[in-house]
């Protein structure tokens, strides 16, 4: 019997609070330059933040591991852009709001993505989706909320197949509990996290099914 698969995700809340601000953005200093030069491209100081925040929790994830903090020096990108640490574990990194959400996990494909629920005229994404995902979004109890809901399902399949935008959405396919792309035989399985708050919809999605999942929140104070 093959072992259960294990992944473990931790989050950073940008709160607002300069204290918090200003200690993430000495945190920076301790990451390679390669990323100290992507958040420096961020125009916006919330956007920079929330980045730094998404490595840093990749970092702490590193050594909660076990594994040397340096090896985040490692991270390799593939042909598609995906970014990858060989011969460690498979992380995918997204934000959203004031949230920087980290997951990592042995499974071979993995990817992550949250979405701040929010007022958007979702209509206007209807071409994204096929028949059956459009009922069951617009028949739900709360539309607004069902879209996004979908939508991060999409964007993790997405994420875990690594092609990113040379994959068009409308070839993503998915369900409340899994998730394929048209031209793959892969199967994707999907999960949901409420623990990230009300209004935010997360998936993560893994190539192996039955997940074994820990969440954490992560204090800048104890990075």
Known sequence: MEPTPIGHISFIEISGSEEDNVTLEGLISSLPNFLQTAIARKKFRKH????????????????????????ISEIQTTDFGKPFLPGIFNFSISYSGN?????VSTVNQLGVDIELIKDINFP????????????????SEDPQRSFFHYWTRKESVLKADGRGLSVDLRDVVVDETTGRINDSTIQYYLSSLPDLGDDVAFTLCTDQPNILLTVERINVFHL
């Open 48 to 71: 920079r933040l929330l980045q730094a925040a998404g490595w840093l929790s990749l970092k702490y994830q590193l050594i909660k591991k076990g594994c040397d903090a340096k090896l």
């Open 99 to 103: 949230l920087a959400v980290c997951a």
């Open 124 to 139: 206007e994404f209807r071409k994204y989706f096929n028949d059956a995902e459009w009922s069951r979004i617009i028949y």
